[in-house]
Structures are given as structure tokens and as C-alpha cells.
């Protein structure tokens, strides 16, 4: 009685367990991640920890939080060759589709603290001038987060969070762009970023990127990210032909570094700062048309502009000084009326008195009167033999842009913050702006993109991938009165306008 | 009977002659210019010619439209010496003093056409390079219509009209304030300007005051004076130790110069000139403080403002653009509360645009960021051990100010174009303007005033003439709200500051 009692709890138990079993059944990604595949792919936490935080000192990467398109890209580079891994080769060729995209889910959905450590001997400050600032002036260096994102947040599928990633890995990572170890980034973005940086950056920045917690990446505001401070880092070289502004950390001391500093902020943060943000009507920022918080020469840099006004211009047939100048880049780069406010911010408003203490700060020293500062604008060359043609430009735009500011131009936004700039559509620059003329975006294009790459455009994929993209809608000019073919008439008839032939 | 009645017909012609001789008895003033006063003095016709236009050759000055108590002042000159003078000593002195009223008036009165000549071979535009523009920079040389008035005009009992007089006679005059044969020059002001003066400055000064006509100095409308054409001048010796802004003569072409000559019009001309007149409400020009158009070191420059803005200011604690300081200016020295508009230009306004146009270009070459140019603002000096003293100050002002600003500190508007600034009173600069602080106004007097004669006053006496000028009753601070008492205790608690306990 007692053994048939025993066989048949023993029975119920035993069903009750199976059923539990298969209740809370462990999901494919956490199986793999903790115990493999059972088909030759090892338990991934062996190496990459439970948690997912990795192991710095073995160089084993934090794959905790990145996200799962790059992680299955990464696997599929392992097992393709593109990244020359003889551990991991093995493994991710013995997992399906099915298996890569379960484990990369899970590891992109785990959410836990950074395991890595710091060098004390290292340069955290010189690790955030590399992070922060790059060093565009002398190697047309962009800062790793203009691409990284805001604290290391990363960026889509193509540039993976770093926040809290450990030194070693990053360190690996570089030296193996720079070899040829690893060659599966985008238009050879990577290995042109690696080439570029020493070995104290490198260090620097593979540290300061450790010290992040990747917790808090990407949740910087605005705020925040305006009120980030680099001390005691030295200034970039200078740009040896051009007017050197001065170096970042060089803020005078009172009231007017208060304003310079808020003025640089709004600058690099033109449309999420709170002194601002209620005169942008899109997703745009200074600093996307004025590179490197506009002291990049060649990218139209303010300390060329500063020394040139007040000046006349034919666009508005009057004189300007430099506010009216700032305000004609609200009303039309930034789309002012479709703002908040509606319009450009007032002559005596904190933006653009702010925005006028940064200028003048960075223009320290150059002449009154000057309008010919080596590096103003954009460097212009001829239209070529072929003319323009925004059909060649698709092609140009998809493989070369399309990687940042999307297939559909639609640039990325990171928590209100822009992290790639819209080149049309509803958030891009109006009709109205100096950037729809396709020779001047030409200019631009060719002189500073993709960022790190300046010059690789050749001019006739600069002057199509301009008109591919200056012949997308985009926001009335706000001349318009009503009629199109009125303002098209009065403001539009130049050869190198889409305006009123748009798609 | 013919004979008798011939007789009778004799007495009544007679008595009909002499009945309209006495209706149409020729003035005093007149019978003796025409026919002298039988006491010795012969007619002065005789000379000066019959219209009172002189006679160049013999070098006989015009008389005609000269201020009366000029002329008599002249005449009384002659009798006591202090002009020696073998043919009008003897003339003055047979004159009574009613002769001496008479016919200076009479001369005061007529309005002839000049009978002056110029030689041709003497530059007219270096002459108006002396007279309306002086050489301030290198030699502390004011301009001759500083005192002489627009156009020659003459202004009140001390400066005489120049217009269409004989450049012989003008000579003259100058090589006698030099020698000393000529000494009855108020506050020895001639004779400082005689000394400063070279050989062809005399020469192209005399012959352009000459060159103008008599019937039309002093009408010229501030438009008019605006438009004044200097070409082909060359530009005042640099100032040695100081910046030197552009030769006047050299402004752009195009829009932008227009802009910048409109500014310098502005700014010499503020309370009448047409783009700028609505917005001052008192008798005061920028050029009133700012010597020189603005030129001038030591007297407040602007090319030393231009690159030291922005920058924060306690006066209304926040960042200032150079429109701010503008528009200051006209708050408080130009009184804009009291002026048809009612409060300064707007940021966009033409006013504005110009002033910060010409004002660019008088900095041409300044870097951005100086903040301390030599020569900017005024320079400072040590309060001296005896402090300051409106009363002492009286007597300062009594003798080296009023003859210019007038003893009631009330200045002098010529045609609605100020000459001479009010010092105090309902025309000049309010409580709030910086100028009504009795270290700021000393400093200013020191090394300014008298125009030509810099830093001859004592320390002592510039801030005791400074004291009484500002203990004097002004325009209300526009700071004020209604009650004098908490307005002094916020903005006028300073050691120098008269307000709530000016008379």
C-alpha cells in the first residue's frame, strides 16, 4: 500500500516536475550563452561571464547591452573570416541562424554593471580629449563618439556601445584594424580611425571608455552631455596653415566662460539644449554643417566668420552682423518655423548671446575686418564634365552615407539628442538653407565626409550624392508665400536648385 | 515875383529835403561804415568795401554776417593792444562805444555774397582734411569746425565765421597768433592751434574756408553734413604708441560702405542725424565722449571696444554684445527714455547695423579678444589728496568750460545740430550714464578737454570741474521707478555719485 502510495507520489512528482520543466523552460539564447549548443559551440558565459560582463584580463569582451544585429554580424564575420579569431571561428561556425539570433538577443538584453577596470597609470582626461574631442584640426581625427555615441551608448547595428567594454579588448581591436586582423567595418571606417590614433591615445581611449558605466550610457541629456567636463587636457595640434582657435580646456574664468561654455554646448547640441532647443524645428545642430564645434577649417569654421561681419549679403540684400547671420542658420538650417517659438531666437536672447561668447572665443585673435581667413567655408572646385545627377547619386549616397544618416535620410536620433544629422525629409534643412544648393553641399561633402575620410569622395560622386540628396523634399522654404512657382521664381532659379522639381 | 517866387519854392524844397532826409536819416552803424564818424575814424567801406566782403588782395577781412560781439570784442582788441594793429588802433580807438555797437552790428547784419578767392594751386581737399577733420590722432589737432561751426558758420561771441573769408586775412591771423602780435584768444586756445599747424595745413585750410560760401554755412542739415565728401585726403600721421584705425578716406565700395559712412554720420551727428534722431532724447552725439569719430585714444576709442566684446558687465550683470554697449549708450548718455521712439534702437535697426558697420571698420585688423588696447577708455589717475569740490570746481569751470558749454552748462545747438554738448541739464547725459561719475568725468576731462590743450588742467582741478558739473541736476536714471531713494541706494551708492544729493 505504502509502495504503491511512494510509486505514485514518486509519479505525480515526477509529472509535476516535467510540467514545471517545461513551464519555465530555459530559452534557446540563455542555453547557449550557459551551457552551448551541444552541437560544438561552447557555453558562451565560459569566456564572456554569466552576466555577460566579459573577462579583462583574458580580453574577453563585455557583451552585455550591444546590440544583437552587431553581435550576429560579428559572428558571421568570425565564421566568415573577416575577423581572423581562432577561438571564436570554431564556435560560431558550429551555431545555426537560429542559435546566433537567440544569443545575441539575450546578450543585448542583459543590462548588467561593467566588469572592467582601469589603469591608474592612464590619462582618463586624455582619454575623454580623444572620446570627446578627437583631433580633427591636424589628422581629421573625429571624436570615437561621434559615431559611439554619448557615453559609449553605441549606435544602431553598425557602432557598438563601448561604455564599460574592457581596455584589453578595445586595445586588441585597434591593433588588429591597423593589421589587417580584422577588416569588417563599413567603408573601411575602423582601419582609417586606427591608422590615425598613437599609442597613448589608444590607451587613453580604451581606458576612459573602461571607466564608463554602461548603465548610464546613452541616458546622458542634453544637460548632462553639455555639462561634461575635460580638464587638464592638452589642445590639438595646431592646424598648421589655418587660424589655431584656442585649445578646448582654455575657458576663461567669470561669466563670459559661463556663456562660452553654454555657447559651445548649444553649438554641438542645438536642437536637445534647453537655452535652445525651442527655436529648432528639426533634428539639426550647429555642428552638423560647422564641424568639430565648429573649428574645423574647410568645415566653415566660426573663427572665420567672427572677423567678416558685419558684411552685405546678396541673400537678403542688406548688411548683416554675425546675430543676423546665427539667425539666418535657425530659420533655415534648423527650420525655426516649425519651432517651439517659430522663429530664430532674438538679437538679445541667451542663445544667441551665448552662441556669439563661444564664436568670438574661438576667433580669439583674429583680425577685424578679415574675410579671407584661410579654411572659411567650404573649398570650392568646378562642376564636372558630367554634370550632376542625382540617378549616380543614389548609389554614391547608399554605400557611403546611408550607414549613418540612414537609407532614407532620416539621420538618428539618441534620446532627443542627434546623433546623425536628417538630410531630408521633415527634420532635415528647409528649402530656404545655403546646404539644398547642390554645388555648396558638394563642397561640404567632398571636404569632410564621411567624417575621418575627408577628400575620398571623388567630385563627381560628391556632386551626384549632393544631388541626390538636395533633390529630396524637404521643408518649405520659408519665403514661400503661398505659391511655389513665385518663390521658385524670386529665390530659386539658380541651376544648382531641386526647389519646385523636388520628388 | 518870380524871383520871390522862386524864393519860396527854394525854402520848400528845402524843407521837404530836409523832412525826408531826417524820415530816411542813415543809421548810426551805416553813416560811419560809409563815411567813418567824423571823430577820426574813417569810413571802414574804405577798406572792408561797401557790402562788407573785405578785400583779399590787400588782405582786409570780410566783415559781413560776423558776430557782433565778435566784431566789437575785435574792435576793443585793437584799442587795448592785445591785437596790434598800426591801422585799426587809431580807428578803434576814435570810435565811442556806441560807434563800436553800432557798426558792428550793422556789419553783423549784411548778408553779401564772399568776394574771397582760392588759389588753384593749393589742395581744397587737404584744406577740409584740417577743418573737418583736424589731426587729433598725433598732434591733439581738433578739427576748426569743432569751434568754427558746420560749414564755417561761426558759433556764438568767441569762434567767428569763416565761411568765404580771405585766405590772405586767415593767414594772417594765424602767423599772429603764433608770433604773439595777435594774444586776445580766450583761454589761449588760437595760439595752441596756430602752434600746432604747418606750413601747408595754413595754406589749405585758409584757402578751404575761403572756398566756402557765406549765405549757405550753418544751414547745412545734418543730412547734408553727413554727406560731405572728403576725397583724396591723405589720413592723419599714425599715433605712435596707440592703434591705428583706417584713413578716413578709405572706406570699401559697395553696400558695406555705405553702411560704414552712414555709421560715421550716426556717430558724429547722433541726436540729428535722420536714421539716428528718434532715439535721442537729449542734445548729445556718441562723438560727444568719443573724440575724433571715435578715433581718438585715450577718449574712449572705438576700435579698443570692438575686440573686447562680449564680455560680462556688473552695470546690468550679464553678457554684453557690442549692441548692448550700443544700445546703452543711447539709454543713458543719449537719454532715449525722453526721444521720440522712447528707448534705443532696436538690435536690427539700421541705427544700430551702421554704427556696428563703421565702428568694424574703424577696428580693422584689432584682434578678436584684446580687451585691453592701448588707449582705451580714458586714462585713470588717483583721486587727489584734497578729494573734489563742486565749489572749487566753479571756478575751473568759469573760466576753461563755459566759453563752450556755456555758463549754465546748457551747450550750444546750431540749426538743431549740436555743436557743443550740454554738460547738464535737461539735454545732457542722464543719471545713469557712466559719464555722470565724478572719476569717469575727471578722467575724461584730463586728458580731452579743452579740445587742442590735453591733460592742462591740474589733477586737481579736473576732478574738481568734474564734481561740479556732476552735482548738478540731469535727466532722471532711467533705472528709477518712482522712488529716488531706493533708486539711489541700488544704483547710486558710490563715492562719486552725485545722485539724491545734486541741487
Not at 89 to 95: D, Q, S, W, Y
Not at 219 to 233: D, E, G
Not at 434 to 456: D, E, R, T, W, Y
Request: hydrophobic share 35%; with cysteine.
Amino acid at each position: 500500500m505504502i509502495n504503491k502510495l511512494e510509486n505514485s507520489l514518486f509519479i505525480c512528482i515526477l509529472i509535476a516536475f516535467t510540467l514545471l520543466n517545461s513551464a519555465i523552460a530555459i530559452p534557446l539564447g540563455e542555453k547557449i550563452a550557459g551551457s552551448g549548443n551541444n552541437k560544438g559551440a561552447t557555453a558562451c558565459s565560459g569566456c564572456h561571464a554569466a552576466n555577460g560582463s566579459g573577462l579583462g584580463a583574458a580580453g574577453f569582451p563585455r557583451l552585455a547591452g550591444i546590440n544583437a544585429i552587431y553581435l550576429a554580424n560579428q559572428l558571421n564575420a568570425f565564421r566568415n573570416g573577416s575577423r581572423d579569431n581562432a577561438i571564436m571561428a570554431p564556435i560560431a561556425k558550429a551555431l545555426s541562424a537560429e542559435d546566433i539570433k537567440a544569443v545575441t538577443e539575450y546578450y543585448s538584453g542583459l543590462k548588467s554593471a561593467s566588469s572592467a577596470i582601469t589603469d591608474p597609470n592612464v590619462s582618463l582626461s586624455n582619454g575623454a580629449n580623444v572620446v570627446l574631442r578627437g583631433s580633427w584640426a591636424d589628422r581629421k581625427l573625429p571624436a570615437c563618439e561621434q559615431c559611439h555615441g554619448p557615453g559609449g551608448s553605441g549606435v544602431g547595428a553598425h557602432f557598438p556601445a563601448l561604455a564599460g567594454q574592457h581596455a584589453s579588448y578595445i586595445k586588441t581591436q585597434i591593433a588588429n584594424w591597423r593589421s589587417g586582423k580584422r577588416k569588417n567595418d563599413p567603408n573601411n571606417l575602423m582601419k582609417t580611425i586606427a591608422d590615425k590614433l598613437n599609442k597613448d591615445e589608444i590607451e587613453a581611449a580604451a581606458n576612459y571608455y573602461a571607466s564608463l558605466d554602461p548603465l548610464k550610457a546613452g541616458l546622458a541629456t542634453a544637460k548632462q552631455t553639455a555639462n561634461l567636463k575635460i580638464k587638464n587636457v592638452s589642445s590639438s595640434t595646431a592646424q598648421s596653415m589655418y587660424f589655431t582657435p584656442p585649445a578646448y580646456n582654455t575657458y576663461p574664468q567669470g561669466p563670459l566662460g559661463d556663456s562660452i561654455r553654454n555657447g559651445e554646448a548649444i553649438f554641438t547640441l542645438t536642437n536637445s539644449h534647453v537655452t535652445s532647443k525651442a527655436y529648432v524645428g528639426n533634428h539639426q545642430q550647429c555642428v552638423n554643417c560647422h564641424l568639430d564645434a565648429g573649428r574645423l577649417a574647410n568645415a566653415a569654421p566660426m573663427w572665420a566668420s567672427w572677423p567678416a561681419y558685419p558684411a552685405y549679403r546678396k541673400k537678403n540684400n542688406k548688411i548683416n552682423d554675425i546675430t543676423m547671420r546665427i539667425q539666418g542658420c535657425f530659420t533655415y538650417s534648423m527650420n525655426a518655423q516649425a519651432s517651439k517659438v517659430g522663429k530664430a531666437p532674438d538679437a538679445n536672447s541667451i542663445a544667441i548671446m551665448d552662441l556669439k561668447a563661444y564664436i568670438y572665443w574661438l576667433s580669439s585673435g583674429t583680425p577685424a575686418g578679415e574675410t579671407k581667413m584661410a579654411g572659411r567655408g567650404y573649398p570650392k572646385f568646378a562642376e564636372p564634365k558630367l554634370g550632376f545627377s542625382p540617378k549616380r547619386g543614389k548609389a554614391v549616397y547608399q554605400k557611403n552615407c546611408a550607414l549613418c544618416h540612414g537609407r532614407n535620410g532620416q539621420g538618428t536620433l539618441l534620446n532627443g539628442v542627434t546623433q546623425f544629422p536628417p538630410l531630408w525629409g521633415k527634420h532635415a534643412y528647409n528649402w530656404g538653407a545655403g546646404m539644398h544648393n547642390v554645388n555648396k553641399a558638394a563642397f561640404f561633402i567632398k571636404a569632410n565626409m564621411p567624417p575621418g575620410l575627408p577628400n575620398s569622395l571623388s567630385d563627381q560622386d560628391a556632386w551626384d550624392v549632393s544631388a541626390y540628396i538636395n533633390s529630396q523634399e524637404r521643408p518649405q522654404d520659408p519665403h514661400h508665400k503661398g505659391n511655389e512657382q513665385e518663390t521658385k521664381k524670386k529665390y530659386h532659379h539658380g541651376k544648382y536648385d531641386y526647389y519646385g522639381k523636388q520628388k
